[in-house]
């Protein structure tokens, strides 16, 4: 079943001429006006709906979707003034000649009359000669109660084009559009509840305590009469659109387990139902609406070759635990394995609870030349080197295995493994610039770095801060080692508690071509400056202090936003970041801590051309396009980014203060190519706001003027 809410759809039968007052329709604001909003309804003949923002409760944004109830049309000038369904809902359309049973529509409100009172509900008419039914479930009333000529007002719940049929519901909050609560959770057993009446088909209703309504399924019970009771019902789920409960006589534990409230690691009991096709594993029944597989590398701690006969048995019941589960695709993946099954034994269910040098139990899985894939709860895969496997040692498909963990990069989601905490201690010793939470810093490092942390480092630093350091050359006199690629080590000035830090390469200086220089200037002592710095990153388990020394981002965290949290974050907010990764479909871009987010190749704008001028480390300002759960969308487009510094890009206002200070900024940190940088000349960053700078514009910020329109004066273009 494919659904949709798109309007272009749902309304592609529907014109202006045939639309009538009091009709609701799907759209969504096209633009924001100076009085209103416009609404896209997916017209034939492309009008639009306007709504006034007096008429609105809420403020919404373009491309916001919602419900819309139609107040009048002009069907020469093609335009539709709305009102907010809230306003309409109590309201039937009134009849127009092109409403055809084509265009009928779900959700409209009518006046209807009762032409026939069938056994299991009444036949209707409404808006002119259209005819629907209304079974017995969706009446507010008992069926000996309606009659002939009766007039009802109904709201329209399903239209079949194919069969020419339509059912509507005459229900109090389907007609007034209430949503509903559920008086009972899902799973509670209420002890009696009695029958007070029949469905059609044999099915029955029930009251219980507190005037709650009930739906038994004739499958769910033995025949029953009116009047009688029934103990231990169980409640397994609630029908929001028909407002009722539906129970069950079997109380059992399982009759209450939904899709949606499956957990991994949760034990469960199930009954054999079958064998698989592959003869690799057996379905298990876990109720009526769920089955799970029970794979053979999951029959026992061992590895097996053939299912166990006893576990070929249908109807056998058996203990499991859920060991990964897709809500969506319907899919479970059950384990038997008594390792697993045994309380206390040590397991992996969510990657960012693991931590370096724990145990823990998993599966093994396929063998590469390098090493096994280990599999463990929640489809979390990890890896085991073929150096950490002893020769004597003989693994197999579907074999439990103790483990401990060397390390666990979250971001490129790879999990280090040993079969001893020795062997977990020495892998994890060799690369600490990938374990762990020691993550997109160290991307672009070539080679393995092995990091002396100094003893001095201090822990309780804070991430945002801005501190002067001093770097340290190679030969320092502090006694101190550190790599002379691609990291300098420095020192704070004037700070209660020294620490040291580490300042890699590509976040010395804005411009590329500027960081080698640097670098190696100040690696070989050529220059004896102090340099200010904002912490990005406390990497643990080692406290392992990351700093840039970028101008850009240190103004950034002075007058705009550098974010930390996702909490932080807002959609269409703009923020300052850096790039952290390249790859093929676009580029990460991060902030302080952990935090990141994804800039697609269609979102950069088209001076930012990935191939030419995206860089490791370089620095940028995106705006927020969308939050979905933990991933975080991004955009440099300038309509998105300086739309939201109030410039308007079409009447080519003034640009405002925030703007003329990043590209001041950004001119104060700009060396020509025909400058060289030298040790007595002065560096950028004894350069401050207001300074006069040689040098020349660079293209990419004459670029922003033009395309963005914006006026500069000739003190700001200087």
């Known amino acids: 079943m494919q659904l949709t809410i798109n309007p272009h759809i749902f309304n592609a039968c529907l014109s202006t001429d045939s639309l009538s007052v009091n009709m609701i329709l799907p759209g969504y604001i096209s633009s924001v006006e100076e009085k209103g909003y416009l609404i896209d309804f997916g017209l034939q003949d492309g009008a639009q709906g306007f709504i006034k923002f007096d008429d609105c409760g809420e403020k919404y944004e373009e491309k916001d979707w919602l419900m819309i109830g139609v107040l009048s049309v002009n069907i020469k000038a093609k335009i539709i003034n709305c009102i907010p369904v809230e306003k309409c809902k109590d309201k039937a359309i009134v009849y127009n000649s092109k409403i055809s049973f084509e265009t009928l529509k779900p959700g409209w409100l009518v006046e209807a009359v009762i032409k026939q009172v069938l056994l299991n509900g009444i036949y209707v008419q409404f808006l002119r000669g259209m005819e629907g039914t209304v079974f017995v479930d969706h009446l507010t009333k008992p069926l000996e109660k309606h009659s002939r000529n009766e007039k009802i007002v109904l709201r329209v719940i399903m239209v079949d084009l194919a069969n020419k049929l339509v059912n509507l519901s005459a229900k109090n909050h389907i007609v007034n559009l209430i949503p509903l609560t559920p008086p009972l959770k899902v799973g509670t057993i209420i002890p009696s509840a009695t029958v007070t009446k029949e469905a059609y088909g044999g099915s029955y209703y029930l009251s219980a305590p507190k005037s709650v309504s009930l739906f038994l399924h004739k499958m769910h019970t033995q025949p029953l009469k009116l009047e009688d009771k029934v103990e231990n019902i169980l409640v397994k789920e609630y029908n929001y659109f028909d407002g009722i409960h539906i129970a069950s006589l079997n109380s059992s534990e399982n009759e209450s387990i939904t899709w949606q ?7 469960l009991t199930g009954t054999i139902e079958r064998t698989l096709n592959d003869n690799k594993g057996v379905y298990v029944k876990i109720n009526q609406f769920i089955l799970g597989i029970l794979p053979l590398e999951h029959m026992a701690d061992r590895a097996l070759s053939n299912i166990p006969e006893k576990l070929t048995q249908q109807g056998k019941v058996v203990k499991i635990r859920v060991f990964s589960v897709n809500q969506s695709a319907k899919m479970l993946i059950l384990t038997r394995k008594k390792l697993l099954l045994k309380q206390g034994t040590p397991i992996i269910i969510n990657r960012e609870d693991i931590e370096p040098l724990i145990e823990a139990y998993g599966v093994v899985g396929k063998k590469f030349e390098n090493g096994r894939l280990i599999k463990f709860f929640n489809d979390i895969v990890g890896f085991l080197p073929a150096e950490e496997i002893p020769e004597e040692t003989k693994l197999k498909i579907g074999q439990t295995v103790r483990l401990f963990v060397a390390y666990n990069n979250l971001e490129q ?5 040993s079969l001893t905490f020795e062997g977990a201690k020495k892998f994890a010793s060799k690369q600490p610039i990938q374990s762990n939470n020691l993550k997109y810093m160290f991307r672009s490092v070539k080679a ?16 945002g801060n801005i501190y002067t350091f001093k770097p340290l050359p190679i030969d320092n006199n502090e006694g101190l080692k550190h790599d002379t690629e691609n990291f300098l080590l420095c020192k704070t000035v004037n700070e209660d508690n020294d620490f040291y830090v580490y300042v890699p390469k590509f976040q010395i200086n804005d411009y590329k071509q500027h960081n080698d220089k640097l670098f190696n200037l100040i690696c070989e002592g050529n220059i004896d400056k102090t340099f200010k710095g904002i912490v990005l990153n406390v990497l643990q388990p080692h406290n392992i202090i990351v700093v840039s020394f970028k101008p850009s981002l240190i103004w950034a965290k002075e007058h705009e936003k550098i974010p930390e949290r996702l909490e932080d974050l807002v959609e269409k907010e703009v923020y300052y970041g850096f790039i952290g990764g390249i790859v093929e479909k676009g580029v990460f871009v991060h902030f302080l801590g952990d935090l990141k987010g994804f800039l697609s190749n269609g979102e950069l704008e088209n001076s930012l051309e990935k191939n030419k001028n995206c860089w490791i480390g370089k620095p940028l300002r995106v705006a927020i396009t969308r939050l979905v759960d933990h991933n975080v969308y991004l955009s440099t487009k300038l309509s998105k980014i300086y739309t939201n510094f109030g410039i308007n890009t079409k009447e080519k206002r003034k640009v405002q203060r925030a703007v003329l200070e990043e590209l001041k900024m950004k001119f104060t940190s700009f060396y020509s190519e025909t400058r060289s940088i030298e040790v007595n000349t002065k560096i950028w960053n004894d ?12 293209t990419i910020e004459v670029r922003i003027i033009i395309r963005v329109g914006l006026w500069v004066d000739n003190a700001d273009r200087r």
């Open 413 to 417: 989601k790879r999990i280090g493994l």
């Open 261 to 267: 409230s499956i957990e991994v690691g949760q034990y």
């Open 687 to 698: 350069i401050h706001y207001g300074d006069y700078v040689k040098g020349t514009i660079m």
């Open 448 to 463: 393995d770095i092995n990091i002396e942390l100094p003893e001095r480092a201090h822990s309780s630093i804070s991430i």
